[in-house]
T-cell receptor, first 112, second 113 residues
Framework: DTGVSQNPRHKITKRGQNVTFRCDPI?????LYWYRQTLGQGPEFLTY????????KSRLLSDRFSAERPKGSFSTLEIQRTEQGDSAMYLC??????????FGPGTRLLVL | QKEVEQNSGPLSVPEGAIASLNCTYS??????FFWYRQYSGKSPELIMF????GDKEDGRFTAQLNKASQYVSLLIRDSQPSDSATYLC?????????????FGKGTMLLVSP
């Protein structure tokens, strides 16, 4: 499979716990994006990497959220002290250029 | 005013008909326009994109862009039940050179056999 992969696909956690998600982009894509999607809404941009550099962060990304992309390959998104409002689908997308973005299958987070 | 607006639907069409999905955007600086399809519980998949005013055709899909009216649409010809999904409109703005996509809420399309 040469598409974007994300792990885990599902995560259930208790409020206050930390969670970490991983995204493996398409190998030749140097741009990587994280989005969050809640029911009935379109994806909302969280953050953007070009290679290993995090170039943009949304105001949605509170200080409990951190993302990394060491070596410009896979990326991780960590949420500390999770809250019930963090329950959502977390989507990763990669792109070879400024244009088309290809999404992974997403990680569905449920915070109890 | 929301940045990207779509009618949430559902839009119901019979099999074989033309489905017309519409999207308006507020930022005149928007440069590129994308249509994604999202099946329930799945991630968005890119259908097509358009940059210039006019029509762009790809198989059964046609994207139409009118920058003066800040309007983009997607036509699906010969609709099939497998086309039943939520269609997301996304707009790209040049933001300090970065490619930020802003999505609408999506329009649910139901194609009945």
């Amino acid at each position: 499979d040469t598409g974007v992969s994300q792990n885990p696909r599902h995560k259930i956690t208790k409020r206050g716990q930390n969670v970490t998600f991983r995204c493996d982009p398409i190998s030749e894509h140097n741009r990587l994006y994280w989005y969050r999607q809640t029911l009935g809404q379109g994806p909302e941009f969280l953050t953007y990497f070009q290679n290993e550099a995090q170039l943009e962060k949304s105001r949605l990304l509170s200080d409990r959220f951190s993302a990394e992309r060491p070596k410009g390959s896979f990326s991780t998104l960590e949420i500390q002290r999770t809250e019930q409002g963090d329950s959502a689908m977390y989507l990763c997308a990669s792109s070879p250029s400024q244009e088309t973005q290809y999404f992974g299958p997403g990680t569905r987070l449920l915070v109890l | 005013q929301k940045e990207v607006e779509q009618n949430s639907g559902p839009l119901s069409v019979p099999e074989g008909a033309i489905a017309s999905l519409n999207c308006t955007y507020s930022d005149r600086g928007s440069q590129s326009f994308f249509w994604y399809r999202q099946y329930s519980g799945k991630s968005p998949e890119l259908i097509m994109f358009i940059y210039s005013n006019g029509d762009k055709e790809d198989g059964r899909f046609t994207a139409q862009l009118n920058k003066a009216s800040q309007y983009v649409s997607l036509l699906i010809r010969d609709s099939q039940p497998s086309d039943s999904a939520t269609y997301l409109c996304a707009v790209r703005r040049l933001n300090s050179g970065y490619s930020t996509l802003t999505f609408g809420k999506g329009t649910m399309l139901l194609v009945s056999p």
